[in-house]
C-alpha cells in the first residue's frame, strides 16, 4: 500500500482512500498523523512516529473512541471507534467502525458521500525531545531555553487517546491536539524548573555570605524594551529569561473560556468593541483555539501545572484543583475573573436602554463633581475692528455640576456550577446581571428626570413655565398640542439671545399615551391636504414604563442641545467583576460593581405637557 503525499490530506486517495470504505463492516481507514510540524505558542511541535513512541494500550484496554470534534463530554459524541491502529513507514493508520446510533450514521454517511475529510489524533505525552535551531539538544535543567518559539518540541514517548472527524483543521495538516488538561505543554516543564533555579540563586545572591548585586547591573536597556524582556547580569547566573509565555497562555485560555460561556446561549463571541480589546482579542484568538474544548476544572489544573488525568478525576479531586487554583499565584483567578467580565460586558452591550435616547454620554474621570458646558454658551462672534482688534466675548458660567455614584452587590457561583463544568448556568447568571444592570441605569436615570430636577443656573426646575418649556393646561399629544411644543422649542435661545433654532426629532410618553404618539408619527397616505401627518418622519416616537402617568415630552436631538447626561468612570464604561474572596464550602463569591452617574445641565432641548 502506497502512501505517499498523504500531506494535507486524512483520507488519502491511495492506502487510506475513499475505497477503504466498508459499508456492510461500517469501517473506513484514515491517516491518524504523520508527525507533521505543528506551530504551537510555546515553539515547533512534532509527534514521533515509531513502534516505541506510541503508546497503544488503550487500543486493547479501554478502547480507543472516535469523537466529534475532539468533544470528550457526553456519550453523545462518541461516534465510533479504532479497531486497529498500525504503521506503515513514518505514518500511523487507523481502521475506524462507526457506531450504529443516529450520531454515527450521520458521521458515516458523510463519509460515504465525500463530505468529511478531515481526521484529527488526540494524545497525552509522557516524554519530550527539545532542540534549538541548529539541531542541539537541550536540557532543561542544565541548559538556556529561549522561550521565543525557536525551539522544537519532538513528543519521543506519546499516547493515543481518541480520534476525531473535524470540519476545519487547526492547520495544513490536520494534526490537531485535542487539549484535555492531561498533557500540560512541554514549554511550562523547563521554564518551572528555570524558575526555580532562578528564585534559588536570587535567594542565595541576597543571603550575608554572598554581596547583593546592585541594580545597575540590570540591563536597563532591556528593561526599557518590555517589561517581558528581563536580562539579569549575574555572573554567577546563566540563566536568561527571553521570554514569558504564560502571559499569552492566560490571554488565549481567558478568551476560549469567554467564548463558550457565551456559546453556550448560542451568542457568537467576536471580541470587545473598542479598538484596544478588538486588537488583543485578534492577536490571541489562534491560540485561544487549542483551549476551546478545555472544561473549568482542566483550565484550573493547566494553571497550576496539575500532570494527572482529569478526566478520570474524582469529585473530591476536582475541588481540590479549584481550591489549590483559586487560593494559589496562579493565573487562573484572574483568567476567570476577566471571562466573568467580558461575558459579563458581552451581555450588557445587547441592549440599549430608553434613557440614552434621551440624553448623551460625558467623560468622568473621578468621583468628584464635573462642571458641564450648555449648548450655546460659547460666546458670538463679533466684528473685527478697523485696527484688527478682536473683542473679549461672554461666555456663560458652567455652574451645573454632575458625578457619579458607586454601586455594587455580591453573588455566588457554587461548586456545582464549577465542577459540573455548567457554562450554561454561568451564562444565565451574567445575562440576568447585565439585564439587570441596565434596568437599574434606566431607572435610575427615571428617578432624576421624574422628579423635575433644580438647575443651579438659575435655582429653576428644568420644566417651569419661567423656561417655556412647560404646558400651562394638560392635554393629550394631538397635532395642535405637538405644534405648541415645536413652537417653544424653536422659540429657545443662546446666551447671546440667538435662536437655537434645533429642531424637534423625539416625542417621549409612556404606556398612557404610548398609542397615541405612535399614531402621531406613523406615515399614512392621505385622500385629502388636510389628512396629511405633519409629524411622519420627522419625530422618532419613544416609550418608557418609568413615565407611569399621562405626561408627555417633545425633545431635540440630545446631541444638539443636551439637557440630560450620563457616563461612567473613565476606564470602566459598564459594569465589571472581581473574585471577591477565595474559594470555599459555597464556591467563589463575586463582586459586582458598577459606577455611574446621571444629572440634568440644561432645560432648553426639552418641553413638557402634563397630559389628560
Known sequence: MKLNNLEGRR?????????TFNAERRTVDVVLSKGSAVQRSYGTERLRIAPDAVDLSRLESAGIPLLDSHAQRGISNAIGRFVRIWFEGDTLLGRVQFNETPQGEAALGMIERGEI???????????????????????????????????????????????SLVSVPADPQA????????????????????????????????????????????????????????????????????????????????????????????????????????????????????????????????????????????????????????????????????????????????????????????????FRPHPQVRAGDFPQLQEVQQNGELRSGTSGDASENVSITPYGVIF???RQMLVNDDLGAIDQILGSAGETVLVFENDTFFKMFNSNPVLLT????????????????????SVSTVSDARQALRGMKSLSGNFLNVPPALIIAGPAQETVIDQLVASITPTLVGSVN???????AISDANISDTSWYVATEPSRVPCFIYGFLNGANGPRTTIHSPFGLQGVKVSLEHDFGVGAIDYRGFYKNAGA
Do not use: C
Open 175 to 366: 494534526v490537531v491536539r485535542s487539549i484535555d488538561g492531561t498533557s500540560t505543554p512541554p514549554a511550562f516543564g523547563p521554564l518551572a524548573r528555570m524558575e526555580a533555579r532562578q528564585r534559588m540563586i536570587d535567594a542565595q545572591a541576597s543571603s550575608p555570605s554572598v554581596a547583593r548585586q546592585p541594580r545597575s547591573h540590570i540591563n536597563p536597556a532591556a528593561r526599557a524594551e518590555s517589561p517581558q524582556h528581563i536580562t539579569q547580569e549575574k555572573p554567577m547566573s546563566r540563566i536568561q529569561i527571553v521570554r514569558d509565555e504564560r502571559d499569552g497562555v492566560a490571554d488565549a485560555m481567558q478568551i476560549a473560556l469567554t467564548t463558550r460561556i457565551l456559546a453556550s446561549s448560542s451568542f457568537d463571541y467576536q471580541g470587545p468593541k473598542d479598538r484596544y480589546g478588538k486588537a488583543h482579542f485578534e492577536q490571541h484568538k489562534e491560540q485561544a483555539r487549542q483551549y476551546m474544548d478545555l472544561s473549568l476544572v482542566e483550565m484550573a489544573a493547566a494553571s497550576i501545572g496539575y500532570r494527572g488525568h482529569t478526566f478520570s478525576m474524582s469529585t473530591v479531586d476536582k475541588l481540590r484543583v479549584f481550591e489549590r487554583a483559586f487560593n494559589s499565584t496562579s493565573d487562573f483567578p484572574s483568567i476567570f475573573s476577566n471571562a466573568l467580565n467580558k461575558s459579563l460586558l458581552a451581555r450588557y452591550s445587547l441592549v440599549t436602554p430608553t434613557y440614552r435616547e434621551l440624553a448623551v454620554e460625558r467623560p468622568f474621570k473621578d
Open 412 to 414: 455566588t457561583i457554587s
Open 534 to 540: 405633519p409629524y411622519a418622519g420627522k419625530l422618532r
Open 11 to 19: 483520507f488519502a486517495q491511495s492506502g487510506a482512500a475513499p475505497r
Open 117 to 163: 475529510s478531515a481526521v484529527s489524533v488526540g494524545y497525552i505525552v509522557s516524554s519530550w525531545e527539545i532542540t534549538d535551531a541548529k539541531g542541539r539538544v537541550l536540557d532543561p535543567d542544565d541548559d538556556r531555553i529561549p522561550l521565543d518559539g525557536s525551539l522544537t518540541f519532538e513528543a519521543t514517548r506519546w499516547q493515543v487517546l481518541e480520534g
Open 458 to 477: 438659575d435655582s429653576t426646575a428644568v420644566f417651569a413655565s419661567g423656561h417655556g418649556n412647560l404646558a400651562g393646561t394638560g392635554a393629550a399629544p
